[in-house]
Each structure stands twice: as structure tokens, then as C-alpha cells.
């Protein structure tokens, strides 16, 4: 039987505040346990939170580049629950009233659609787009040694989340990633996060259930008499890199098929992806959890985010919108247009804001030196996407840790336009260039690299090549074509590589018509 | 609406509350009370009145994002029943 999985995917992204939510804590990573807390984000009695005007600026933003309405009116809540990284047993969210509503985000699809089996273009619904606080972190294990107690550190308490809810119109577990890989590049671009799943500041929860094809008229009817036996959700949790999102996903969607096929019956449930051993788990624990008592939090006003006779407070989010970045699909756009990129080169150029601005720099200091930005543009691409990212990539390394900068690698693509280096010598000098971080122009000189354009030069040395290969010299005349090719390489090996290859190429003939 | 036996120990629960019989039962008139009373409010034409989420007329406090440390974090720590180095001590709690 073909079943088709439905999924909703919940992302809480960190927001870059420099302070928290509703104190003047730091949000710096990394620092002692317990050294950012406060009165008010450790929950004493009578203090007041006070919410930052920064996060809100964040997550509007956000949820105006995610084609969402704002709210009129947005309020707090109080979402109650007892644990013991929430040192005020409830956490401040938002239930009625959220942010912003009802947006969508446009997922742009791999290149290998054959793969993925995806439409190239689809439209993922937004549900709400909400700002809560963030709890504490709790730790079990000192090193490799277990403890029988628990640590609790309450730095991260209080930091800005931004809850990102789409509606459940994914329909695999590709579609899941490209979502969040989507997502995390306009919060990229947003300047609103880092989006960095390794420290945690982006998460990503999902809700999951399987329906049959609805082309299968038979289940259609097992389904119609069965009632609730199909569509039932379960939510995964702790899918925290976007390989772990595949992984979890898959698992549990060929898990509900199975309880399905087998006759079984799937429970709501929580349930917990566990990396190292490749599977979801229940996590029975949370069997209250999901009452939380909602009310709204007493402690804060409301937001009054757009009323008509109130010019201020429509300004705040006017001026949001008014000064909303470049989006991922608009750059890629533009790329395409001023630069003439192809889709894929655009694609990817733009995949990461700093690639992105890495490119345009690399450019703008080329234009500078006067050459025409159709000729550059290419090869910058080029040069970008297969020997600078084949290079980082390999080590891991992300754009902003290059050795080579915009000027340097434009310096090397000025040398190979102006045919002072062949674009041969231009990859040996690329790999010292990223090795020592020097100029191009400086190893060109130091390794005596320059191209050799001096025809009698040239000339001088395809005379010795054709005496001492006599034999291939009689095969080519013999008419064996694929011969020069061989003389060509003994010439540019010659000249360790600096021979204009043009100049070769055309002296080389001259020279076997006339010999 | 009435409150039951059962709703005060199921709420009781999830406040982490022990309670004795004698308080469930307290508890249970006294909180049908309340309904009472909201019964009585509902009485009260409200179509045109919109909900009140905070009895304040005040909107929109907000501050700017500036770090102000407190410096005086081990005062917090202190309030601790058990701590260890910097962090505070809990039962054990593992998914
Ligand atoms: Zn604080």
C-alpha cells in the first residue's frame, strides 16, 4: 500500500539580541555556568520582566519576509509546566495573539529533481510565527562520566526564540530538509539568527503522520471504515542537525506504516529521535506535559503593533518593512540578471548570504580595474564554485575563513584576464594563494610564473621539441591528428607550463606545414 | 461546568500539589464558587467588548537591547538547596 506522509515542521531559531528577552542579561555563548543570570530571568519573587524592543524588531521582520500578517494586537502568555530548566515553572510564550499569521515560504528544490522527486518550486504554509523565551540547559554528564544527579545552568534562560510553525504541507522527508535548509537561509539573510544547529540555535521539532495515496481506492474504503486508524500524529523531538532531520523523519514515517500494515493502532505521542542508535523512542514522561494551562502573562502589556489612528506604533513595523534585506530568491535573481549567471551558478553563489556578498566583492574589486562585468562575472563563478568552495568544503571551513579574499582572488582572475598567467599556472598559483595566503601577483614574480608570450621565444623552443620528437613529428604528418596534442604537452612541459598555449598552438602548426 | 474530585487531583498533579482528602474536597466547593461567580458575570452583555488581556492601559514597554549584567550571580546561586562549582544540583532528570 502507498502511504503519503504529512508533516508539519516547528523551528525555534535564536535570535541575535545582544540582551534577553525580558532582562539585560548577556546572550554571549560559551561563558561560565550561571555567570549571565538575573533576578529576573531566574524567576525571584517581584521582579518584572521588560521585553526587548531589538527581538521584536527580529521577529517581525522575520515574519514579514515569511508573507505573513502581522497582528494588531499580539500578547504574552504563560506556558506552564514543571521542570527543572525553567526556574519560574512556567515559560513566557504566546498562544492567542501570536506575532504575525498565516504566511508561506517558497522552497526552492536540488538540482537532481530526478532524486528527489520534488517540484522544483513549492509553497510551504506558515502557520504563526511567535517570540518566547528559551530555558535552561541541563547536563547529565560531566566528560564521558555519567552523573546520578543533574547540573542545571541557567545562562541560556530567557535568551529570544523565535517559534517558526509551518502548516503540515510537507510531504517527505527532502521536502523537510529543503524547508529548513530554505528557512535558515532567509533567517541568514534576515541578519535575525545564526541558525547554528550545532549550538543550538536553531531546533527543529516535527509533527508526523502518514495518509494513504488517495489514489488507492481500496484503502479509501478500509480508511472510510475504520475511522481514526489513519492520520494519527506523533511529535519527534531532539532532531538536531538537518542529517538527523532526514534520518528521524524517515524512521518514523516507515515506523507508523508498519504499525499501520500490521493492523496496529499509531498513539499520539512525544517521541524522541536517538541518534546513535537510529530511532524514534517514546518519550512517556511527557504524558502530562501537553497541558499547559495557558493564560496571559500578567506581567507584560500588549503589543500594539498597527492601529490606524495611532501613526507611531504603525511606524515601527512600516519602518521594518521599508528596510527589509535582499532575500535569498530575490539575490539569486539579480544574479542571474546583472551577472548572467546560470540558474545553477546563481543557485549557488547565493545559497549563503556571506558566499553571496564574497561573489558581488570579488566583482565590484575586478570593475574597479576596469574589466567588463560580463566577461568577469562567469569566470568569478567559476572560480568560486568549483576551487574556492572545492577547497573549504574539503576542510570543512566556511566563506568568511577563507585565506584567499575577494581582492586577492580578484587579483588572480586580473593576471589571468590580462593573459599575464595562463589559466593553467593560474590553479598552481590559486593553490599556493590559499596555502600562504600571499598575493598572486607576488607568487607570479617570486616563482617566475609569468606566461610566456615572446613568439621567438616560443619558436625557439618548439624547434628543439620537433628535433627531439622526431618520430611523433612523421606520425602527424602520417595523419595522425591526436599527435600535436603530444607535442603541445612537451612544449608546456618545457615551459613548466608558462607557454601561451594559443601562441603554441599556432606556432606549432606553422612550423610542421613548413618542415 | 462543575468541578469534580477528580479535576482538583488532576490539576493538583500538574501544580506538583500533595493534597489531603479534607483540602480535595475544600477545594473543589471552593473553586466551583469561582464558576458561580463567573456565571453571574456572564450575565453581563460583552459583544462589543473586547477582551481585556492586562488591566493596565499601557502598551507597548519595551527596552532597548542593552547588556547590564548583575554582578552579583552567587547571590542567586546561594538561594541553591544543592549546588556544585557554579552550577545548581537537581535530582536526576534524563530523557
Ligand atoms: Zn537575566
Same mark, same amino acid.
Given at each position: 500500500?502507498?502511504?503519503?506522509?504529512?508533516?508539519g515542521?516547528?523551528?525555534?531559531?535564536?535570535?541575535?539580541?545582544?540582551? #534577553?528577552?525580558?532582562?539585560?542579561?548577556?546572550?554571549?555563548?560559551?561563558?561560565?555556568?550561571?555567570?549571565?543570570?538575573?533576578?529576573?530571568?531566574?524567576?525571584?519573587?517581584?521582579?518584572?520582566?521588560?521585553?526587548?524592543?531589538?527581538?521584536?524588531?527580529?521577529a517581525?521582520?522575520?515574519?514579514?519576509?515569511?508573507?505573513?500578517?502581522?497582528?494588531?494586537?499580539?500578547?504574552?502568555?504563560?506556558?506552564?509546566?514543571?521542570?527543572?530548566?525553567?526556574?519560574?515553572?512556567?515559560?513566557?510564550?504566546?498562544?492567542?495573539?501570536?506575532?504575525?499569521e498565516d504566511?508561506?515560504?517558497?522552497?526552492?528544490?536540488?538540482?537532481?529533481?530526478?532524486?528527489?522527486?520534488?517540484?522544483?518550486?513549492?509553497?510551504?504554509?506558515?502557520?504563526?510565527?511567535? +517570540?518566547?523565551?528559551?530555558? @535552561?540547559k541541563?547536563?547529565?554528564? &560531566?566528560?564521558?562520566?555519567?552523573?546520578?544527579?543533574?547540573?542545571?545552568?541557567?545562562?541560556?534562560?530567557?535568551?529570544?526564540?523565535?517559534?517558526?510553525?509551518?502548516?503540515?504541507?510537507?510531504?517527505?522527508?527532502?521536502?523537510?530538509?529543503?524547508?529548513?535548509?530554505?528557512?535558515?537561509?532567509? +533567517?541568514?539573510?534576515?541578519?535575525?539568527?545564526?541558525?547554528?544547529?550545532?549550538?543550538?540555535? =536553531?531546533?527543529?521539532?516535527?509533527?508526523?503522520? &502518514?495518509?494513504?495515496?488517495?489514489?488507492?481506492?481500496?484503502?479509501?474504503?478500509? &480508511?472510510?471504515?475504520?475511522?481514526?486508524?489513519?492520520?494519527?500524529?506523533?511529535?519527534?523531538?531532539?532532531?538536531?542537525?538537518?542529517?538527523?532531520?532526514?534520518?528521524a523523519?524517515?524512521?518514523?514515517?516507515?515506523?507508523?506504516?508498519? &504499525?499501520?500494515?500490521? @493492523?496496529?493502532?499509531?498513539?499520539?505521542?512525544?517521541?524522541?529521535?536517538?541518534?546513535?542508535?537510529?530511532?524514534?523512542?517514546?518519550?512517556?514522561? #511527557?504524558?502530562?506535559?501537553h497541558?499547559?494551562?495557558y493564560?496571559?502573562?500578567?506581567?507584560?502589556?500588549?503589543?500594539?503593533?498597527?492601529?490606524?489612528?495611532?501613526?507611531?506604533?504603525?511606524?515601527?513595523v512600516?519602518?521594518?518593512?521599508?528596510?527589509?534585506?535582499?532575500?535569498?530568491?530575490?539575490?539569486?535573481?539579480?544574479?542571474?540578471k546583472?551577472?548572467? +549567471?546560470?540558474?545553477?551558478?546563481? @543557485?549557488?553563489?547565493?545559497?549563503?548570504?556571506?558566499?553571496?556578498?564574497?561573489?558581488?566583492?570579488?566583482? #565590484?574589486?575586478?570593475?574597479?580595474?576596469?574589466? #567588463?562585468?560580463?566577461?568577469?562575472?562567469?569566470?568569478?563563478?567559476?572560480?568560486?564554485?568549483?576551487?574556492?568552495?572545492?577547497?573549504?568544503?574539503?576542510?570543512?571551513?566556511?566563506?568568511?575563513?577563507?585565506?584567499i579574499?575577494?581582492e586577492?582572488?580578484?587579483?588572480?582572475?586580473?593576471?589571468?584576464?590580462?593573459?599575464?598567467?595562463?589559466?593553467?599556472?593560474?590553479?598552481?598559483?590559486?593553490?599556493?594563494?590559499?596555502?600562504?595566503?600571499?598575493?598572486?601577483?607576488k607568487?607570479?614574480?617570486?616563482?617566475? =610564473? /609569468?606566461?610566456?608570450?615572446?613568439?621567438?621565444?616560443?619558436?625557439?623552443?618548439?624547434?628543439? /621539441?620537433?628535433?627531439?620528437?622526431?618520430?611523433?613529428?612523421?606520425?602527424?604528418k602520417? @595523419?595522425?591528428?591526436?599527435?600535436?596534442?603530444?607535442?603541445?604537452?612537451?612544449?608546456?612541459?618545457?615551459?613548466?607550463?608558462?607557454?601561451?598555449?594559443? =601562441?603554441?598552438?599556432?606556432?606549432?602548426?606553422?612550423?610542421?606545414?613548413?618542415? | 461546568?462543575?468541578?469534580?474530585?477528580?479535576?482538583?487531583?488532576?490539576?493538583?498533579?500538574?501544580?506538583?500539589?500533595?493534597l489531603t482528602?479534607?483540602?480535595?474536597?475544600?477545594?473543589?466547593?471552593?473553586?466551583?464558587?469561582?464558576?458561580?461567580?463567573?456565571?453571574k458575570?456572564?450575565?453581563?452583555?460583552?459583544?462589543?467588548?473586547?477582551?481585556?488581556?492586562?488591566?493596565?492601559?499601557?502598551?507597548?514597554?519595551?527596552?532597548e537591547?542593552?547588556?547590564?549584567?548583575?554582578?552579583?550571580?552567587?547571590?542567586?546561586?546561594?538561594?541553591a538547596?544543592?549546588?556544585?562549582?557554579?552550577?545548581?544540583?537537581?535530582k536526576?532528570?534524563?530523557?
Amino acid at each position: 500500500m502507498n502511504y503519503q506522509p504529512v508533516i508539519g515542521l516547528e523551528v525555534h531559531c535564536q535570535l541575535k539580541t545582544k540582551s #534577553k528577552l525580558f532582562c539585560a542579561c548577556s546572550t554571549e555563548f560559551g561563558l561560565p555556568a550561571n555567570s549571565n543570570i538575573c533576578p529576573v530571568c531566574t524567576g525571584q519573587p517581584g521582579v518584572l520582566p521588560v521585553l526587548n524592543k531589538k527581538a521584536v524588531e527580529y521577529a517581525i521582520r522575520t515574519a514579514i519576509a515569511l508573507n505573513c500578517k502581522t497582528a494588531q494586537q499580539s500578547i504574552f502568555a504563560r506556558k506552564n509546566y514543571f521542570y527543572p530548566d525553567l526556574p519560574k515553572n512556567y515559560q513566557i510564550s504566546q498562544y492567542e495573539m501570536p506575532l504575525a499569521e498565516d504566511g508561506y515560504l517558497e522552497i526552492l528544490n536540488a538540482e537532481n529533481a530526478e532524486i528527489s522527486r520534488i517540484p522544483r518550486k513549492k509553497r510551504i504554509g506558515i502557520q504563526r510565527v511567535h +517570540l518566547e523565551e528559551d530555558a @535552561g540547559k541541563l547536563l547529565h554528564a &560531566v566528560g564521558s562520566q555519567e552523573l546520578d544527579y543533574s547540573l542545571v545552568d541557567f545562562n541560556r534562560t530567557g535568551i529570544p526564540l523565535l517559534e517558526i510553525v509551518s502548516a503540515p504541507e510537507i510531504n517527505s522527508p527532502e521536502e523537510a530538509y529543503f524547508y529548513l535548509q530554505t528557512l535558515k537561509m532567509n +533567517l541568514q539573510y534576515l541578519d535575525v539568527s545564526d541558525c547554528d544547529m550545532e549550538k543550538g540555535s =536553531l531546533r527543529c521539532d516535527g509533527n508526523v503522520s &502518514v495518509v494513504a495515496e488517495p489514489s488507492n481506492l481500496e484503502l479509501e474504503r478500509k &480508511v472510510a471504515g475504520s475511522g481514526k486508524k489513519l492520520g494519527v500524529k506523533t511529535e519527534i523531538k531532539n532532531m538536531n542537525s538537518f542529517k538527523a532531520l532526514k534520518e528521524a523523519l524517515s524512521y518514523e514515517i516507515n515506523r507508523q506504516i508498519e &504499525v499501520l500494515e500490521s @493492523g496496529g493502532k499509531i498513539v499520539q505521542e512525544t517521541r524522541l529521535w536517538d541518534a546513535d542508535r537510529g530511532i524514534t523512542q517514546s518519550m512517556r514522561s #511527557k504524558e502530562y506535559a501537553h497541558d499547559y494551562r495557558y493564560f496571559p502573562e500578567p506581567d507584560l502589556v500588549p503589543l500594539i503593533l498597527s492601529i490606524d489612528h495611532d501613526l507611531r506604533e504603525e511606524n515601527f513595523v512600516a519602518e521594518i518593512k521599508k528596510n527589509l534585506p535582499e532575500l535569498p530568491a530575490q539575490r539569486k535573481e539579480r544574479f542571474i540578471k546583472e551577472y548572467q +549567471l546560470s540558474e545553477y551558478d546563481a @543557485g549557488v553563489v547565493t545559497a549563503e548570504k556571506k558566499l553571496a556578498d564574497y561573489y558581488e566583492d570579488t566583482v #565590484k574589486k575586478l570593475q574597479v580595474t576596469g574589466f #567588463k562585468l560580463q566577461i568577469v562575472a562567469k569566470t568569478i563563478a567559476n572560480w568560486i564554485t568549483t576551487e574556492l568552495l572545492g577547497k573549504l568544503n574539503a576542510e570543512k571551513k566556511a566563506i568568511i575563513d577563507s585565506p584567499i579574499k575577494p581582492e586577492d582572488l580578484a587579483g588572480l582572475i586580473k593576471l589571468i584576464q590580462e593573459g599575464t598567467i595562463s589559466g593553467k599556472i593560474a590553479k598552481t598559483v590559486f593553490e599556493e594563494m590559499y596555502n600562504t595566503g600571499k598575493k598572486a601577483e607576488k607568487i607570479v614574480q617570486e616563482k617566475g =610564473l /609569468v606566461q610566456l608570450t615572446d613568439e621567438k621565444e616560443i619558436a625557439k623552443i618548439i624547434e628543439g /621539441v620537433l628535433r627531439e620528437n622526431e618520430t611523433i613529428v612523421r606520425e602527424y604528418k602520417a @595523419g595522425k591528428e591526436r599527435a600535436l596534442g603530444a607535442l603541445v604537452g612537451a612544449v608546456m612541459k618545457k615551459t613548466q607550463g608558462r607557454a601561451n598555449p594559443q =601562441l603554441v598552438n599556432k606556432i606549432l602548426e606553422e612550423k610542421l606545414r613548413s618542415c | 461546568m462543575k468541578i469534580t474530585k477528580k479535576d482538583v487531583e488532576y490539576v493538583a498533579k500538574l501544580a506538583r500539589l500533595a493534597l489531603t482528602e479534607e483540602e480535595k474536597e475544600k477545594f473543589c466547593s471552593q473553586l466551583n464558587q469561582i464558576l458561580l461567580y463567573m456565571e453571574k458575570l456572564n450575565e453581563l452583555e460583552t459583544k462589543d467588548v473586547p477582551p481585556t488581556s492586562h488591566v493596565l492601559a499601557l502598551k507597548n514597554v519595551w527596552r532597548e537591547d542593552e547588556v547590564k549584567p548583575f554582578t552579583h550571580t552567587k547571590e542567586i546561586l546561594k538561594n541553591a538547596p544543592e549546588k556544585e562549582g557554579n552550577y545548581f544540583k537537581v535530582k536526576k532528570v534524563i530523557e
